[in-house]
C-alpha cells in the first residue's frame, strides 16, 4: 500500500521494452547513435538481445 498522493513505478526490463517494438521501430533503437541520441554503445548482452529480437520479427516467430 503507498501513501496518498504516491505510486510505485514498474520499470520495464531491456526485453519487455523490444518485445513491444516493431521492426521498424527496433531498426531505430537498434541504432540510436545514428539518429543523433549521442548514447553509450549496447553491451553485448544487449546487442544480442536485439539481434535475437530482428530474427523473431524478420522470421514471425513467437517470442522467446
Not at 505510486?7 to 543523433?36: C, H, I, P, T, W
Not at 549496447?42 to 538481445?49: D, G, K, P, Y
Amino acid at each position: 500500500m503507498h501513501p496518498h498522493g504516491t505510486f510505485k513505478v514498474r520499470r520495464k526490463s531491456f526485453e519487455e521494452v523490444l518485445q513491444g517494438m516493431d521492426l521498424e521501430q527496433l531498426e531505430g533503437f537498434a541504432n540510436k547513435n545514428k539518429y543523433g541520441a549521442n548514447q553509450p554503445p549496447w553491451n553485448q548482452e544487449q546487442r544480442e538481445a536485439i539481434l535475437w529480437r530482428k530474427m523473431e520479427l524478420e522470421n514471425k516467430r513467437k517470442p522467446r
